[in-house]
Structure formats: C-alpha cells, structure tokens
C-alpha cells in the first residue's frame, strides 16, 4: 500500500511538473509598476517552448485601453528569418517568423520589442488574438497552450501641451542639443479622416529643436476601380515624407498639401540626429484620405464593370461556339449536297453519252 502511495505521488509530482514548466506559449513582458500618463516604455515578446523545439511562430498581439503602439525592435531575436516582419497596424502587431533547425527549446526565446505610450489613465490590456508555435518536427504541428495577455496600470501624470493650430509649421534655427539621451517624437494630434480636398494635419511633440521626418506608407489595399482612378488623378499627390523642425520646446507641426491620393496611411515620426545621420522611428498614427462621394460611385461602377465584362465576354464565347459549329455544319452539308447533285448530273450524262453511241 505504501509503494502505490509512493508511486502515485511520483506520477502526480511529474505530471504537475509537465503542467508548470512545459507550458508552449508567448510570454509579455512588461515593467510591473504603474505606468503615468504620458509616459513610453517598452515591451518585449517571448516564445516559452519548454517539451520540444520550435521553428516558428505567428501570431497578433492587440492593445486596448489608453495604448498607443509605438516602434518596434527585433535587436537580439531568435527568428532567424521574418516571412512577415513585426508590422503595426493601428492598436495591433502582427508578426510570423522563422527559427532555423535545430529551432528554439527554452522558456525566454526574445521575439521582438515593442516601445508603447501611455495616453489616458485606466487599466490597459496586451492580449494575443491570434497565435501559433511549430514545432520542429517536420510536420509543422501548432504546439502553443495558451494565448497571453497583460494587465497595465496606468495612473495621471503630466498632461501634454497641446498648443492652437497654427496655420504654417513652426520652425527655429537653434542646434539640437547633445550628450544626453534624445526624446523620440509622439504624434499627439493629427487628422483622422481628410476629405479629398482637404489638407492632413499632424502635431506632435519630441526633443526640443531636432529635425523631425514623417514618413507616410499606404497601407490599403486597392481595388481595380481605384488603381484606375489614381492613374486617372495625375493632379492629387500621394504623400511620402516630409521634415519639419521641432521649437523650442519639442513641439512639430506640418500641414500637407490638397488634394491628396485616397488611402489609409501610417505615419511614423523620426528623429533625425545629423551628428551621426541616423534615424530612430516614434510612435505613429494612422489616417484616412476619402475620395469624394462621385469618385466613389465612380469606383464601385468601374468594378462592376470590371466584374461583369468578363462574364459577358464568356457568356458571348459559350454561345458563339456552338452557333459557330452548328454554322460550319450547314455549310459543309450544304457542299455536300452539291457535290452529290454534280455527281448524279455527272452520272446522267456519262449514260445519255454511252446511249447515243450504241444507237450510232
């Protein structure tokens, strides 16, 4: 009795020692104080493989409450290759990549890094909607236990200072200071939506008197109806980048030209560092370029058109074949009639012939 006691008990022990320590799942790691208003700091991602080796993973991680996702780092990841590369998509990063054999088996595998900002006090969430891990096994087996999520406290601080609209950018001509640790730049106001004459405008705050470089990436995908009317719009201007300089205080301003190119577009703000010609990505945003009410009619035309078009022309081909075989039908049997038509009148002859020479 004892000894079943005893080898129960070891049975037990290792099972709850595969529970607690064999768990495949992503692990976010976060700084565990609260966080202030206003305040950046990072996140990093881990893969936890504890039973077998893995050699990939994906997955999508979304922030909710007061975040705003900022930059991204791979520096010192185990992925070896990214099939797609830690990308930011409004309050989400989607991410897939690839560890080479012999792949990763341990619990604190660095994926990436993830700089966040903290705009409204309440308690913020990092939770995976999405998620995979692979195991090394030449099947391709999705091994992951469990999606993670993690709980931000975020409490006041110093509010920023929002200044009135401007109607030109601000710009000084005082060098950029040095031999400190620079502030990157945060979008913290900006146009959401803009009409398709209207202008963007972007306001932010970074380190005080550095250059600031907007890049703009369009995001969205186009369908044949709009790709047509961009080529059509040879007036509009897609944005690409622009450099502004920041005051005294940090604050950068920049108003976009009209008539921009519908899309949805990614900002992110660089600090420009001219000592050393490097550049280091802020905390974007995302904005909205509408077309106007006519184009898009327009558009949706063009692509019913572009939908419809090729069923007619296949419709118009399923008929025409057989019409076209029952025609060259009628016309060979047509030859062929009058081919037996010469042939009988030939016949009729050969034998009037043949009679009127016996009879000669």
Same mark, same amino acid.
């Given at each position: 009795m004892k000894?079943?006691?005893?080898?129960?008990?070891?049975?037990? /022990?290792?099972?709850l020692r595969k529970e607690l320590f064999a768990a495949e799942t992503f692990v976010i790691s976060a700084p565990s104080r609260d966080i202030r208003v206003?305040? /950046?700091?990072?996140? &990093?991602?881990?893969?936890?493989?504890?039973?077998?080796?893995?050699?990939? %993973?994906s997955g999508t991680l979304q922030a909710s409450g007061g975040l705003s996702v900022g930059g991204v780092s791979k520096q010192s990841s185990i992925v070896d290759f990214w099939t797609?590369?830690?990308? #930011?998509?409004?309050?989400?990063?989607?991410?897939?990549g690839v560890v080479?054999?012999? =792949?990763?088996?341990?619990?604190?595998?660095?994926?990436? $890094?993830?700089?966040?900002?903290?705009?409204?006090?309440?308690?913020a969430l990092l939770s995976f909607s999405d998620g995979a891990i692979l195991a090394n096994?030449?099947? =391709?087996?999705? #091994? #992951?236990?469990?999606l993670s999520t993690k709980t931000i406290k975020i409490v006041s601080g110093a509010p920023v200072i929002v200044?009135? #609209?401007?109607? %030109?950018?601000?710009? /000084?001509?005082?060098?950029? +200071?040095? =031999?400190?640790?620079?502030?990157?730049?945060v979008i913290t106001e900006y146009s959401q939506v803009v009409d398709s004459s209207g202008r963007a405008f972007i306001k932010g705050k970074g380190e005080p008197n550095a250059l600031t470089k907007l890049a703009f990436k369009d995001t969205s995908a186009k369908s044949l109806g709009e790709q047509f009317i961009i080529a059509l719009q040879t007036k509009k201007q897609k944005p690409t980048e622009a450099l502004v300089k920041n005051d005294t205080q940090g604050v950068?301003? *920049?108003? +976009?030209?009209?008539?921009?190119?519908?899309?949805? *577009?990614?900002? $992110?703000?660089f600090l420009v560092e001219e000592d050393n010609q490097t550049q280091k990505p802020g905390f974007g945003v995302q904005l909205l370029v509408n077309n106007s009410k006519m184009v898009k009619w327009l558009v949706v035309l063009i692509n019913v058109l572009a939908l419809l078009i090729p069923i007619v022309c296949l419709g118009v081909i399923i008929y025409f074949i057989p019409w076209y075989s029952r025609l060259r039908m009628k016309i060979l049997n047509h030859k062929i009639k009058l081919e037996d038509e010469k042939l009988t009148?030939?016949?009729?002859?050969?034998?009037?012939?043949?009679?009127?020479?016996?009879? &000669?």
């Open positions: 000894r079943f006691s005893l080898v129960l008990f070891l049975v037990l /022990t290792l099972a206003g305040e /950046t700091f990072p996140v &990093t991602v881990f893969v936890s493989s504890n039973s077998q080796a893995m050699n990939a %993973v797609i590369e830690p990308q #930011i998509f409004g309050s989400q990063v989607k991410f897939e080479l054999n012999p =792949g990763f088996q341990g619990q604190s595998g660095r994926l990436f $890094t993830i700089n966040f900002l903290a705009r409204k006090e309440g308690n096994d030449g099947l =391709g087996s999705n #091994i #992951i236990d469990s200044d009135p #609209i401007p109607r %030109v950018p601000i710009a /000084t001509e005082q060098p950029v +200071s040095s =031999g400190k640790l620079l502030a990157l730049p950068f301003q *920049y108003i +976009s030209a009209d008539n921009l190119v519908a899309g949805a *577009y990614n900002v $992110t703000p009148l030939t016949e009729k002859q050969i034998k009037k012939e043949e009679s009127s020479v016996e009879q &000669t």
